[in-house]
């Protein structure tokens, strides 16, 4: 099938590792050009020449923290003078801190906000306008299970990415008018560094081992595994795609069917 964006640009955040680096490959298999940012510059670079070998083009990189304004301004600037105004916008950005809500204190909260929302709004913000000239338009933001089901521990990932999926479909109402498409997708749990160090951190508190933790958890999954972020890639790569034009507003989940709820 072609996925009609051999000719667009892209900026996904969060790209030197995990589900941004996967779906930075997908996109590069698709033909798209693209910039992609992160905050350990080392793995950046490292990832941007892995994705310059595999689409033979340039790929634009900077080091960036997205929770702070200055740099996403900085990122802004940098995206526009490699390629101009990207057509699809993938945000992404590293896990919030882990707490129960009763104990997350006020500047927590914050941090969580700056890094999931305001990274979000900030580079809708500067995106937004030169999609709505050009009538077309594709934004996804990664979000996680946690906005359909509160996982425990999780406080700040529940509430704030509860936040940012109901300020994704206020703008979807908002813009689908001029082509522009605005998804969310939810991982469940998708093998990557984060998911291992996460695991391996409740079979410490579960006073299991991490085989049994494991072999347990994955009971709570009909597909009996974890997914593969090339799984989860393909999702992102088909809701940027000129295919998926008539869907937006919506929260996909790429659980292995683990949510229990029917939608
Ligand atoms: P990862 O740890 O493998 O990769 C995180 C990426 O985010 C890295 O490229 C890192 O440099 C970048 N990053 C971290 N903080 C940043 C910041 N402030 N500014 C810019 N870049 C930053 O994580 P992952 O598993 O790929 O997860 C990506 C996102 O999806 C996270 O928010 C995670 O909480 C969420 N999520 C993942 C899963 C999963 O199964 N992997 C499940 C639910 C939610």
Known sequence: MDLGISNKKALVCA????????????????????????????????AAQ??????????????????KADDRQNLVSSVNSFFGMPD????NVGGPKTSL?????????????DKLFQSVA????AFLPAMIDKKWGRIIIVTSTSVLEPIAGLSIS?????AVTAMAKTLSDEVAQFNITI???????????RTGELLDSRAKTSN????????????????????????????ACFLASEKASYITGSTLCIDGGKRRSTY
């Open 15 to 46: 790209a030197s590792k995990g589900l941004g680096k996967a779906i930075a490959m997908e996109l590069a298999q698709e033909g798209a050009q693209l910039f992609i940012c992160a905050r350990d510059s080392k793995a950046l670079q490292e």
């Open 50 to 67: 892995e994705l310059e070998k595999l689409s033979k083009q340039k790929i634009g990189y900077l080091a960036c923290d997205l929770s």
């Open 88 to 91: 699809i916008l993938v945000h």
């Open 101 to 113: 809500a009763k104990d997350t204190n006020l500047s927590d909260w914050q941090e969580g906000f």
């Open 122 to 125: 900030g580079l809708n913000q």
């Open 158 to 162: 529940n509430a704030i990415r509860s």
């Open 183 to 193: 998804n969310c997708l939810a991982p469940g749990m998708i093998h990557t560094n």
């Open 208 to 235: 299991l081992s991490k085989e049994q933790y494991m072999e347990d958890y994955l009971k709570s999954i009909p597909m009996r595994r974890l997914g593969e972020p090339k799984e989860f890639a393909a999702a």
